[in-house]
């Protein structure tokens, strides 16, 4: 059983990675927003996997994302995007990227 944060303020896609999630046993959390986010990080460091939507809050992703490593180093970070790979900002760091139209296909395959 894995934990798993999805951060998206895009309810439907959250919902959607919480249900798939979900049916194959894994404990699931979502925020909408990054102080929701960091607030569920500070009580529970051991998520295996934070799901991010790139668009929220861009300027402070490079934080959270350092957050989210200085509390569980194994935790994956991924950042999911209708954008492309290369057409996101290569000082993001992160784990693992989702090309939104993707999303259900890598899901599965991921969890």
Same mark, same amino acid.
């Given at each position: 059983?894995?934990?798993?944060?999805?951060?998206?303020?895009?309810?439907?896609?959250?919902?959607?990675?919480?249900?798939?999630?979900?049916?194959?046993?894994?404990?699931?959390?979502?925020?909408?927003?990054?102080?929701?986010?960091? $607030?569920? %990080? &500070?009580? +529970?460091?051991?998520?295996?996997?934070?799901?991010?939507?790139?668009? /929220?809050? @861009?300027?402070?992703?490079?934080?959270?994302?350092?957050?989210?490593?200085?509390?569980?180093?194994?935790?994956?970070?991924?950042?999911?995007?209708?954008?492309?790979?290369?057409?996101?900002? $290569?000082? %993001? &760091?992160? +784990?693992?990227?989702?090309?939104?139209?993707?999303?259900?296909?890598? /899901?599965? @395959?991921?969890?």
């Amino acid at each position: 059983m894995l934990n798993i944060l999805i951060l998206d303020d895009e309810e439907y896609i959250a919902k959607l990675i919480s249900k798939l999630a979900l049916k194959k046993g894994h404990n699931v959390q979502i925020a909408d927003n990054f102080n929701s986010a960091y $607030e569920l %990080i &500070k009580r +529970d460091s051991l998520f295996d996997y934070v799901f991010i939507d790139y668009n /929220i809050e @861009k300027n402070e992703l490079n934080n959270l994302t350092e957050f989210i490593k200085s509390k569980n180093k194994n935790c994956q970070v991924i950042i999911m995007s209708g954008l492309t790979e290369q057409e996101i900002s $290569e000082s %993001i &760091k992160y +784990d693992k990227f989702i090309f939104k139209p993707d999303l259900v296909d890598i /899901i599965n @395959k991921i969890l």
